[in-house]
């Protein structure tokens, strides 16, 4: 018996061939045939292709020296300038004593979910993190599905319809991401205040993952804590409007109803990581203090990305692939099921089969929908990150054109060249497949 297999029951049972974030080993694989001189459009994995804002680079220069351990909530300063942000985009006013600064909102996640007494709702197609999450805190995840033609979005019927067919626990907790990674959606304040209605009537308290709320290409996000300030655990932080996702810095806000909860996760958070990088906490609160500055790097980066986003649903939709045009953030997540029986006649039955030959035949890598978002591994969806350009001179060109002038019809095609092509090569691969 191999050493491997002997030690197999040092794993937790439930647990034993737990598979590792799917998008990160993938990352991996793909970044080290970049390095090995490959031509790869890198859609595989979804993370800011911006420069840091400079205030903030220079900051955490300037902090390297501070290395002393800070409060486990987050340095106040820090607190305080989280709390005058959440008031000027959410218009919510946030006692800085209610927040949490992580080393990561995932981090703070996987707390929440340590200590909560109850069970968990998620939401399909779910980013690749939250089921295995709830796995790991001993929870079992009970799943709303979606479908395209809802734009993939909750409703209170089927919140409803949840409810009528399971018997859940007396305390309840729903993972809500908005807008949403994979699928790009967002949820307008009709929407939320709707859903709001049935989470009290059910007693459902929410985690809302907002992380790319600042990153709505129209500067129209709703935060749920507007509709249901009382039952919303805010979920948010730096890694993507400020492009510092490797600086590991997120945080939580809880209402003070839930006081039990944060009080519980602080704990935890002492007995973890203490707390978050003391010279990023620093660097990030000055930033912070530059409002306008930011303000102005959030409006340049996010109209890119629009641009980037509506292109790519252009591009797909027109040859008959199906996918809701994103609204916020990296990510659109398209259906090939239009090229379904072509690729059954090529024994190639499920998603992750599919972005294979994808993969093998044109260089464009892309994640398999399947499980890893909760979708059935023969729905031919797949998440396609449309950041790989050079975030750097599409900022610069896009800070030289100003805000008041709209950007070029051609700016994809000249500042994001690697997206523009990867989405042609990608579409005449579909061409390619309907014409055989
Ligand atoms: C929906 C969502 N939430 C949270 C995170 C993690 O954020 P952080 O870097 O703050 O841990 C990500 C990052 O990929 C994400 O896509």
Redesign the pocket.
């Known amino acids: 018996m191999s050493t491997d297999s002997k030690n197999v029951d040092l794993v937790r049972t439930d647990l034993r061939g737990y598979a590792p974030a799917s998008n990160l080993a993938f990352n991996e694989e793909i970044r080290k045939l970049i390095e090995q001189g490959e031509k790869v459009y890198h859609f595989a994995f979804?993370?800011s292709p911006f420069p840091l804002i400079e205030i903030a680079t220079e900051a955490l220069k300037e902090n390297a020296q501070q290395n002393a351990y800070l409060p486990v909530a987050g340095l106040y300063e820090l607190r305080d300038g989280i709390s005058k942000f959440h008031v000027k985009y959410d218009g919510i006013d946030v006692d800085p004593d209610n927040i949490i600064v992580g080393p990561?909102?995932?981090?703070l996640?996987f707390l929440l979910l340590q200590i909560f007494n109850g069970d968990v709702i998620v939401i399909s197609p779910s980013?690749t993190?939250y089921k295995p999450q709830t796995k790991l805190a001993h929870h079992k995840a009970y799943v709303i599905e979606t479908n395209i033609e809802n734009d993939w979005k909750i409703t209170p019927a089927l919140v409803h319809q949840l409810m009528k067919n399971n018997t859940l626990k007396k305390n309840r907790l729903l993972i809500f991401?908005n807008p949403d990674?994979p699928t790009g959606t967002g949820y307008n304040q009709t929407e939320l205040k709707a859903l709001s209605e049935v989470f009290r009537e059910y007693n459902i308290l929410v985690l809302s993952?907002e992380?790319?709320g600042r990153l709505h290409y129209d500067q129209a996000h709703v935060s749920m804590t507007k509709v249901y300030p009382e039952g919303t655990v805010l979920?948010t932080?730096?890694?993507?409007w400020a492009s510092a996702?490797g600086w590991?810095?997120?945080y939580h806000i809880y209402p003070p109803q839930l006081s039990p909860l944060m009080r519980a996760v602080l704990g935890a958070a002492s007995h973890t990581y203490s707390c978050a990088s003391a010279p990023v906490q620093f660097a990030v609160s000055k930033m912070l203090k530059d409002l306008d500055g930011c303000d102005r790097y959030m409006k340049h980066c996010s109209r890119i990305m629009g641009m980037v986003g509506r292109y790519s649903h252009r591009e797909l939709t027109s040859v008959g692939v199906k996918a809701v045009e994103p609204t916020a953030g990296y990510y659109i997540f398209p259906d090939f099921g239009v090229v379904k029986y072509k690729l059954m006649q090529r024994g190639i039955e499920t998603c992750q089969q599919m972005c294979d030959a994808i993969f093998a035949e044109t260089c464009v890598a892309l994640m398999a929908g399947g499980p890893a978002f909760l979708r059935p591994v023969g729905e031919l969806t797949t998440r396609l990150c449309f950041v790989p350009f050079d975030g750097r001179s599409a900022l610069e060109a896009s800070l030289a054109i100003g805000l008041d002038v709209a950007l070029p019809e051609n700016f994809v095609k000249e500042y994001c060249t690697p997206v523009y092509d990867g989405i042609q090569i990608l579409k005449q691969w579909v061409t390619k497949q309907l014409e055989s």
């Open positions: 979804g993370q990561g909102s995932k981090e996640i980013w993190t991401n990674n993952d992380i790319y979920c932080g730096m890694s993507k996702g590991r810095i997120g």
